[in-house]
């Protein structure tokens, strides 16, 4: 049984979510600069090459990537042979929750988050959503992700027929990135859950956002496929038309009953401030 | 490349911008988002006047990120101009000229700029940290309360945005 302290969670938490909003991983990046590669409509990309600029400034001059530093989502992978020694702190939520909330202050994050009828700011831009998954490992996994709004609020979910399929699975993420359109600050990462329950499919959905730029999946050539046919959209950059819309889509799957096919889109804009580490 | 200066000296200066135009911003400029929108729009509706003189004015739909030491203003990109549509045509009747934010407005925005004779700019979304060095100042005007959704004059020199909506009812997005 491996101990593991709250203060060390604080403080890698605390450093981790001031990175993610300053420096965005090589492989995110490197999505963005083949698009601008590839893209030939002049307007998007022209946006592109402010975008590169964007995230060499925010690197170099220590300014956030954007001002919206966003609500901090965090996937922990518990293994069963830990025991977390809590301290002064209640839970590991409070101590996720700490961690987070010093790493605003001292990263000078912007406090987004309010109560959600009053919209009272909390101050301290937390609660963080948090999601526990277990493993059977002797570690403390953390994924933490610094998710805008503008993409958040676009994203969609629904119960499919079976019947409907591979195909109906597809005409759902298509209409959803087109429905958004302009908004949610494409060129977009895409997370697609499918399967599990209602509320299942939309934590697969961000997990799979998590997931973007990692090893391939099983579905790799289905979602180079749906990234092919997004494309076609022509909503490009910021909306301002062009060859590139999606940067790109994964999916995560998990059973799901026989009367249901429950499939959620989460749209992100291209800024995905994503980091991860373990204790 | 257009520049353009706020509080706008006289309307005829808006004449000249077409949707499309990059356009190079200075002056003085007010910001806003949802919050600081629902509140100017609750006074308007009980008759009361509102806490700051929008006349002329450029309203730019952003919520800075604190600044660091040293810094005037932390990250400062345009946030989602959709969700002020029901909000802005009250604000446009008062005398305001102009908006920035990023992304489509509705066609009711679209009338409502060749009826009031006002401007949409669309500046670049999530490049907060961009357009940080267009920004030479910032003064709180009102509701602190708001923290980062309180209502703030930015002055700036050569702000980046391209027309989007210009006064004779042309949409960028539907032009192309």
């Known amino acids: ?279 | 490349m257009k520049n353009i200066y706020f509080p706008l000296k006289k309307e005829k200066d808006l004449e000249k911008l077409k949707v499309g135009d990059y356009v190079l911003i200075s002056g003085k400029i007010l910001t806003a988002r949802d919050a600081a929108h629902k509140k100017l729009i609750d006074d308007i509706k009980k008759g009361k006047s509102i806490p700051l003189n929008i006349k002329n004015a450029l309203i730019y739909y952003t919520g800075p990120s604190p600044a660091p030491p040293g810094k005037i203003v932390g990250s400062i990109g345009p946030t989602t101009s959709e969700r002020m549509d029901n909000l802005t045509i009250p604000l446009l009747k008062l005398g305001l000229k102009a908006t920035m934010g990023k992304g489509e407005r509705s066609e009711k925005i679209v009338k409502s700029c060749k009826i009031f004779k006002a401007v949409y700019f669309i500046t670049y979304g999530g490049c907060g940290a961009y357009l940080n060095q267009f920004v030479k100042g910032i003064k709180l005007l009102c509701f602190e309360e708001l923290g980062p959704e309180g209502i703030y004059e930015l002055e700036v020199i050569n702000f980046p945005a391209i027309v989007g909506i210009d006064i004779y009812g042309n949409n960028f997005y539907k032009f192309r």
């Open chain 1, 1 to 279: 049984m491996r101990k593991i302290y709250s203060d060390e969670i604080v403080e890698k938490l605390s450093e981790t979510i001031i990175e993610i909003n300053y420096k965005l991983p090589k492989e995110i990046k490197n999505c963005i600069k083949t698009a601008y590669m590839n893209e030939t409509e002049k307007y998007s990309k022209k946006y592109l090459d402010i975008i590169l600029k964007n995230i060499e400034i925010a690197e170099k001059k220590r300014i956030p990537i954007c001002q919206d530093t966003g609500l901090t989502i965090v996937f922990v992978e518990i293994g069963m042979d830990i025991k977390i020694e809590k301290g002064k702190y209640k839970n590991l939520e409070e101590i996720i929750n700490k961690g987070v909330e010093i790493g605003s202050k001292k990263g000078f994050l912007r406090n987004s988050i309010v109560s959600a009828i009053e919209r009272k700011n909390t101050g301290s831009n937390t609660p963080c959503v948090i999601h526990f998954l277990l493993n059977d490992s002797n570690k403390l996994k953390f994924t933490i992700i610094a998710k805008g709004f503008g993409s958040e609020n676009k994203s969609r979910i629904k119960m499919l027929k079976p019947s409907e399929g591979k195909k109906g699975i597809e005409n759902f993420i298509i209409e959803t990135v087109k429905k958004a359109g302009s908004f949610p600050c494409p060129p977009l990462f895409i997370g697609v859950g499918i399967g599990g329950s209602f509320e299942k499919a939309a934590i697969l959905s961000k997990y799979a956002l998590s997931r973007i730029g990692k090893e391939d999946s099983k579905y790799r050539n289905w979602e180079k496929e749906i990234i092919f046919k997004i494309n076609k959209l022509k909503i490009g950059p910021s909306g301002f038309g062009g060859n590139i819309t999606a940067l790109d889509l994964k999916i995560e799957t998990y059973p799901t009953h026989i009367a249901g096919l429950p499939v959620a889109v989460n749209l992100c804009c291209w800024a995905h401030r994503i980091g991860s580490f373990e204790i």
